[in-house]
């Protein structure tokens, strides 16, 4: 059993040289996403961060990078049982179509069997251990529904607990590979994962009541200077701010993606931010709260809040 405080296109706006892309324009096609927040579990202790996790992503998706409030569904606590997230997956084979991308994150516990190595989603209605295991949600099962999907792209985030068997182990992408070619990674399907840790317990609710995989993945979308980002860039940013545990990416195995195929972020025009501000990925011991505005800032000894623009006296020194 896990403790509590572990989880065992259409852009509006974009295009052209003005997204950070000279000579390309943002291919068409929409974005989807698909949110599973599961916080109240039957059987399972209860978890903080997952509604709050998913509400931050999920708001600076809408409002940065050109996805539409009637492409973005959630599924929170009592929602998100195994037939609520099954039918959910059936509900974007339907939906989607083959210009469009489409995210899925969940955020619960999750659990691994020793003996067959078979990881597993636990939603709402989840028995409380492998002989009550009927409403487990297994990664083949997860797998065969992201292959049947019609999307060009799909990116599934996993923040839970022994989410790294849903990789190809041959197929894993290093930092190295970060040198994405857009135009070839929207030619080519791909079907790709990115979790919060390998075979290992994952931390809940520790920075500012957020996951610190969904803290640092927040934090890079908002801060991410250009006009793009890969999912490469956004995995080599986040693992370098995680500590403690290792957030792995690479293809989703047995779901048909093609290699050089990726989900690219597209940032919308009049978004961007200062690039002064992205130097270096924030980490656990170097953020302080503003005392004004509440925002999470790098600790300095004197610092400009981001959000609200006005100086500080670190009170941490």
């Not at 979308?221 to 403690?244: F, H, I, M, Q, W």
């Not at 047995?254 to 009049?270: C, I, L, P, S």
Request: proline share 5%.
């Amino acid at each position: 059993m896990a403790s509590k405080d572990t989880r065992s296109a259409r852009i509006p706006g974009a295009g052209g040289s003005e997204n950070g892309l000279p000579g390309f324009a943002v291919p068409s096609g929409r974005n989807h996403a698909l949110f599973i927040a599961v916080g109240e579990y039957q059987n399972w202790p209860g978890l903080p961060g997952p509604a709050r996790d998913v509400e931050k992503i999920r708001r600076v998706l809408l409002d940065d990078y050109g996805f539409e409030e009637n492409c973005v569904e959630v599924l929170r606590d009592g929602d998100a049982t195994r037939m609520g997230i099954l039918t959910a997956f059936k509900r974007m084979t339907e939906k989607t179509g083959p210009d469009d991308r489409l995210l899925i994150y969940y955020a619960g516990h999750g659990h691994t069997d020793e003996m067959t190595c078979v990881g597993f989603w636990i939603p709402h209605d989840g028995g409380r251990d492998l002989m009550m295991r009927e409403h487990w949600i297994n990664n083949q099962e997860v797998r065969g529904y992201l292959r049947a999907l019609p999307c060009a792209h799909v990116l599934l985030v996993s923040d839970s607990c022994f989410s790294g068997d849903l990789l190809d182990p041959s197929r894993t992408i290093g930092v190295e590979e970060g040198k994405t070619n857009c135009q070839l990674a929207e030619a080519l399907r791909s079907r790709e994962v990115l979790t919060s840790g390998a075979s290992e317990p994952v931390s809940d609710s520790a920075l500012g009541g957020m996951s610190p995989f969904a803290f640092h993945l927040a934090d890079t979308l908002t801060r991410n200077a250009e006009g793009y980002l890969t999912p490469t860039t956004l995995y080599d940013r986040v693992s370098r701010g995680v500590k403690g545990q290792m957030p792995l990416f690479g293809a989703l195995e047995g779901a048909g993606h093609q290699r050089g195929g990726a989900f690219v972020f597209y940032r919308k025009r009049g978004t961007a931010v200062d690039p002064t501000d992205v130097a270096r990925p924030a980490t656990h011991v170097e953020l302080q709260k503003c005392p004004i505005c509440g925002r999470l800032n790098r600790l300095k000894d004197t610092f400009e809040c981001r959000a609200c623009r006005r100086e500080h006296l670190c009170t941490m020194h």
